[in-house]
């Protein structure tokens, strides 16, 4: 059954804590993507992956930290530097980078940090 | 960094009737595309069409683009219950074909 997906669905940390997202594709796409969801707001994009061994910082990066040592992972650390961390996160992967391949999205986190 | 903007923001309309939600950029595109998002979900790809396309079918979506007012609209015809969603447009990052950038979305909802 090929997909994306994350874990977990929901997440509960306090302030000042690190906390790690999962995100795993058996696509085998290249490009991976991380990003944020506010209420009623669209996507913003925190740091995306062309290829393994190599990432590039999106519009907030900010607070944020990512890895890419396998293909079919991208984990995304929220560390205790983001400021407002609460939030829906939804990581991404597609076969190439570029407005002309689709994204496929996986099922989100959402993360609350009291 | 925001290139698409949706109009409307929201959207009610009875079943069965069709919805139409516009997409407005600021500078010219390779591509455009169109995503759905149920209500805490991930975001699943509708259509992409291309900047040398002006219009593209599937199934009861029809997306149109015309690159000389900067927009795109979507169509959706005999809408139904499962239509109720969040549409969003992606577009090309200003001068970066290498990542899309997000509207904020339009939300429909089908009435019974």
């Known amino acids: 059954d090929g997909g994306i997906t994350q874990s977990p669905k929901y997440l509960f940390r306090k302030e000042g804590q690190n906390v790690t997202l999962s995100c795993e594709q058996n696509?085998?796409?290249?490009?991976m993507y991380w990003y944020r969801q506010d209420p009623g707001q669209g996507l913003r994009l925190i740091y995306y992956s062309q290829i393994v061994n190599d990432f590039q910082k999106g519009d907030i990066a900010e607070g944020y930290s990512v890895s890419r040592e396998k293909k079919e992972s991208f984990p995304l650390t929220v560390t205790s530097a983001q400021k407002n961390p609460t939030a829906f996160y939804l990581c991404?992967?597609?076969?190439?980078?570029?407005?002309?391949?689709?994204?496929?999205f996986g099922p989100g986190t959402r993360l609350t940090v009291t | 960094s925001q290139q698409g903007e949706e109009d409307p923001q929201a959207l009610s309309i009875q079943e069965g009737e069709n919805a139409t939600m516009n997409c407005s950029y600021k500078t010219s595109i390779n591509n455009l595309q169109w995503y759905r998002q149920n209500s805490g979900r991930g975001l699943v790809h509708l259509i992409l069409?291309?900047?040398?396309?002006r219009e593209k079918h599937s199934g009861r979506l029809r997306v149109t683009l015309d690159t000389s007012k900067k927009s795109s609209s979507l169509l959706i015809t005999a809408s139904r219950a499962a239509d109720t969603a969040s549409y969003f447009c992606?577009?090309?990052?200003?001068?970066?074909?290498?990542?899309?950038?997000f509207g904020k979305g339009t939300r429909l909802h089908i009435l019974p």
């Open positions: 992606a577009t090309d990052a200003r001068n970066r074909d290498d990542k899309i950038i």
């Open positions: 696509l085998n796409h290249d490009a």
């Open positions: 069409i291309r900047s040398n396309e």
């Open positions: 991404a992967s597609s076969m190439g980078s570029g407005s002309h391949y689709e994204q496929y």
